[in-house]
């Protein structure tokens, strides 16, 4: 299992926005976007989103996820690959978000904030150019 070392947890924590890979059972991947990733410790990440309920629906099924995010300026990030730990509840619109604008078809848009605990099992390089699908730890 690979570790999230100092360097790592630092480019992590300036990354802003990143990219959550979901799969259900029959391997229909759905991609959301994400901030806020935090480091727990060297094993485990978490993060808080508004997560559509396709990305809900196939962590029922498949608790695997991919976290992918890159720096802007030199094209080069990591992958994080692992499983989902825990999900838990936080806050409730109550069938209402401003800034989606559209009352009329709240149904569709999520009412929860969700926070996704993810234990981290292998971390890959990530980059526009060539790279390898190395474990940064081997």
Same mark, same amino acid.
């Given at each position: 299992?690979?570790?999230?070392?100092? /360097?790592? $947890?630092?480019?992590?924590?300036?990354?802003?926005?990143?990219?959550?890979?979901?799969?259900?059972?029959?391997?229909?991947? @759905?991609?959301?976007?994400?901030?806020?990733?935090?480091?727990?410790?060297?094993?485990?990440?978490?993060?808080?989103?508004?997560?559509?309920?396709?990305?809900? =629906?196939?962590?029922? %099924?498949?608790?695997?996820?991919?976290?992918?995010?890159?720096? $802007?300026?030199?094209?080069?990030?990591? /992958?994080?690959?692992? $499983?989902?730990?825990?999900? @838990?509840? !936080?806050?409730?619109?109550?069938?209402?978000?401003?800034?989606? !604008?559209?009352?009329?078809?709240?149904? +569709?848009?999520? +009412?929860?904030? @969700?926070?996704?605990?993810?234990?981290?099992? /292998?971390?890959? =390089?990530?980059?526009?150019?060539?790279?390898?699908?190395?474990?940064? %730890?081997?």
């Amino acid at each position: 299992m690979s570790k999230i070392t100092k /360097q790592l $947890k630092e480019r992590i924590e300036r990354a802003g926005t990143f990219f959550v890979a979901t799969s259900n059972k029959a391997g229909i991947v @759905h991609l959301a976007a994400a901030e806020g990733l935090r480091v727990q410790d060297d094993e485990n990440v978490a993060f808080a989103d508004w997560f559509c309920f396709k990305t809900l =629906e196939h962590l029922t %099924e498949n608790p695997r996820v991919a976290i992918g995010f890159m720096d $802007k300026e030199n094209r080069k990030g990591f /992958q994080l690959l692992g $499983k989902v730990e825990a999900v @838990h509840t !936080g806050a409730i619109l109550d069938g209402f978000a401003a800034e989606c !604008g559209h009352e009329e078809d709240m149904a +569709q848009y999520p +009412q929860e904030q @969700h926070e996704l605990l993810v234990r981290v099992e /292998q971390i890959l =390089e990530l980059s526009t150019g060539p790279h390898s699908d190395k474990d940064i %730890e081997e």
